[in-house]
């Protein structure tokens, strides 16, 4: 039996994964957690074989809680599921040890055949960034300036970049103004940029968003 704990922030996600999963033989979900601090509580007390992560939730989010669950808990697999598509985001998560990455279009049974595939010891990256990886689109080994920054700059600085002021930066992580404003320049300091002009440039030359998003 393949014990799983769900981790997202929305009780909706969690309940559409839970009926999946629950319908699969040799699965049973153990737990659901909404934030990354429960998730590793959780797996300090249910011991799963398999967390599915979201990546962006308030407080610890997903990549912070994948680093300190694979200390924990060596024998858990990790697969992050997020929205993000496009680097640094695929590299990072892999990179910190996550045994596979989906994407939050991804099917049913691409879920289920990445739950197989980590439980084996294999990785498993979504198909579309696979096809990515093989057209040399994204690069698993590159480092870039991105990879400076904490998971909460980088998920601030991407924010920004697409056009979003700190007021609704700060509402949608539950931060204040303040503190939205301090991890901006220190992102900024970190990155080398005086302005959002020059992050733009910057996360586009490094595909960190497409154009098409701004």
């Keep these: ?4 704990l769900l981790v ?6 969690r309940t559409g994964l839970r009926r999946i999963l629950d319908d699969v033989r040799g699965f049973k979900v153990v737990g659901e957690a909404g ?68 994407t939050k279009d991804a099917g049913a049974d691409e879920m289920i055949r990445a739950i197989h595939q980590v439980v084996s010891g294999q990785k ?20 870039d300036p991105f990879e400076a920054l904490s998971e ?22 539950n931060l204040s103004a303040k503190t939205v404003l301090t991890y901006k320049y220190r992102a900024f300091e970190k990155l080398g940029v005086e302005g959002e002009v020059e992050l733009v440039h910057l996360v586009l030359r490094h595909k960190l968003i497409n154009s098409e998003t701004l």
């Design 124 to 143: 498993y990256i979504d198909g579309g960034l696979a096809q990515q990886i093989a057209l040399g689109k994204l690069d698993l080994s590159t480092p």
């Design 8 to 13: 997202d922030d929305h009780d909706l996600i």
């Design 35 to 102: 934030n990354g601090e429960d998730a590793i509580r959780l797996v300090r007390q249910l011991e799963p074989d398999v967390v599915l992560m979201d990546m962006n939730m308030p407080g610890m989010g997903g990549m912070e809680a994948t680093k300190k669950i694979l200390r924990i808990n060596d024998g858990c697999k990790v697969i992050v599921i997020s929205v993000l598509k496009e680097n640094p985001y695929p590299a990072k998560v892999m990179q910190l040890g996550a045994h596979g990455y989906l």
């Design 1 to 4: 039996m393949i014990k799983i």
């Design 152 to 173: 909460r700059e980088l998920q601030i600085m991407t924010m920004i970049s697409k056009g979003q002021k700190v007021p609704d930066i700060a509402s949608q992580l």
